[in-house]
């Protein structure tokens, strides 16, 4: 095609407009600018400068004047939610439920976050209440997932379990701890004076029922079956029944080792009760042998010091921090040797030190030790003395590894 002279017209024409729509364009923005007041625009400044308390200050102004910005209304919300303000947090989303004019989806979303504010705040009853107003709307599962946990809270077992069940008739997946609502049950009856027997055995069995179709990963299970398992330990022995609480017990060592050190006192209880603490010890220091940890380290060597006194104890945990180096070890070795100490001369002939070296001993290492005697878990890093199932910082479920954080480390 051949280039006609013509066509240069168009070239200032194009121009033209494109300067006419930038002006008409320029001229929108200044009215809609000029709507805005200025607390709007120092707020931005403030933001902008790193003064979030005068930008506060400054949208809060804006709201005032112009209650129809719904929007700067929950900014502000979650503003002062997570800046722990929550009576001011749930004054804004008050304000935003009383109006007459609100939409629908809105007003949901003002209810939505009113229920956070009020769980945050630590008023459970009022957070509930509004979590359940909210059943029906766009937010129910997030609502659902919210009762869940202020059921836990409240450990209300038996509304956590139906409010599972819900949940899982709205979304297709595995909810593992179902298992320890059942569990924690269970361990309520066994802590009843008297004990429930028939409430535990029925929570125990619905475990089972419910680990068996939660369809969980390998971990998992294995940590809601040892602590049912545990649990039905804990049942037989107040039931009197020694051979089926040692079945439970030994069943966890063949098959969560890891968890030896959680149930050994218990089982080598068991078999003191039947008459046989040799054999109990023999079956502790075997597993030992297979699968060491410090917790079962510490029940072996007290109980070889209580039945054979202190050179086959100390003949052990000297083989025993030799293929496991432990400052752990040594320290509750120590500590076990100095509580049992009385001054006597057997005492002082036995062992390669005693007195002022055994203490000095232990005191040195003592300090160092402190932090690595404890729990952690594996999702917030909480850490605790005892072991959980529920972990106290994050309330996840079975985040805990059964080691010390020296044998993780």
């Known amino acids: 095609m051949d280039f006609e002279p013509w066509w240069l017209i168009f070239v200032p024409v194009l121009f033209a407009l494109g300067w006419l729509a930038a002006r008409f364009d320029f001229r929108q923005m200044l009215r809609e600018t000029r709507t805005l007041p200025d607390s709007y625009f120092k707020g931005l400044n403030f933001l902008l400068n790193e003064q979030p308390d005068r930008a506060i200050d400054a949208f809060v102004e804006v709201a005032k004047l112009d209650p129809e910005t719904t929007e700067l209304h929950f900014a502000l919300g979650s503003l002062f939610r997570r800046r722990g303000e929550m009576e001011r947090a749930i004054r804004v989303h008050q304000s935003l439920l009383s109006r007459s004019d609100l ?27 509004a979590f359940e107003q909210l059943k029906d709307t766009r937010y129910a599962l997030p609502a659902l997932r919210s009762l869940i946990r202020i059921y836990e809270s409240e450990h209300d077992w038996p509304r956590a379990i139906e409010a599972v069940k819900t949940l899982q008739g709205l979304v297709d997946e595995p909810v593992p701890q179902i298992v320890h609502y059942y ?12 004990f429930d027997a028939d409430a535990a055995h029925t929570a125990l069995d619905a475990a089972d029922h419910a680990a068996k179709q939660a369809g969980q990963g390998e971990s998992a299970s294995k ?13 037989a022995q107040l039931e009197g029944d020694l051979k089926r609480e040692r079945m439970y017990l030994e069943s966890i060592l ?13 089982l080598l209880a068991n078999y003191r009760n039947a008459g046989q603490v040799a054999e109990g010890l023999d079956v502790l220091q075997k597993q030992y042998a297979r699968y060491a940890s410090l917790d079962l380290f510490n029940v072996v060597f007290r109980e070889l010091r209580v039945q054979q006194g202190a050179a086959p104890a100390w ?14 070890g040594l320290d509750r070795l120590l500590e076990a040797e100095l509580s049992s100490t009385d001054g006597s001369q057997q005492d002082q002939e036995q062992g390669p030190v005693r007195g002022a070296d055994l ?10 030790t402190q932090r690595l005697d404890r729990y952690a878990c594996r999702t917030c890093g ?6 959980y199932w529920q972990c106290p910082g994050c309330n996840g479920w079975e985040t805990y590894a059964p080691r010390r954080l020296e044998e993780l480390e």
């Open 254 to 266: 063949a098959d969560a080792p890891e968890f030896a050190g959680q149930v050994a006192e218990q």
């Open 382 to 387: 909480f850490q605790a003395r005892r072991y």
């Open 103 to 129: 939409p629908e989806a809105e007003r949901e979303h003002a209810q939505h976050e009113l229920a956070h504010d009020f769980l945050k705040a630590g008023m459970l009853d009022r957070a509930e209440s």
């Open 359 to 368: 203490s000095l001993l232990r005191s040195l290492i003592h300090k160092h």
């Open 183 to 194: 569990c924690e049950q269970a361990q309520m009856a066994l802590a009843a004076k008297p």
């Open 223 to 235: 940590a809601a079956k040892v602590r049912t398992a545990m649990l039905r330990a804990r049942l």
């Open 315 to 328: 003949a052990f945990a000297r083989g025993a921090l030799r293929h496991h180096p432990s400052l752990l």
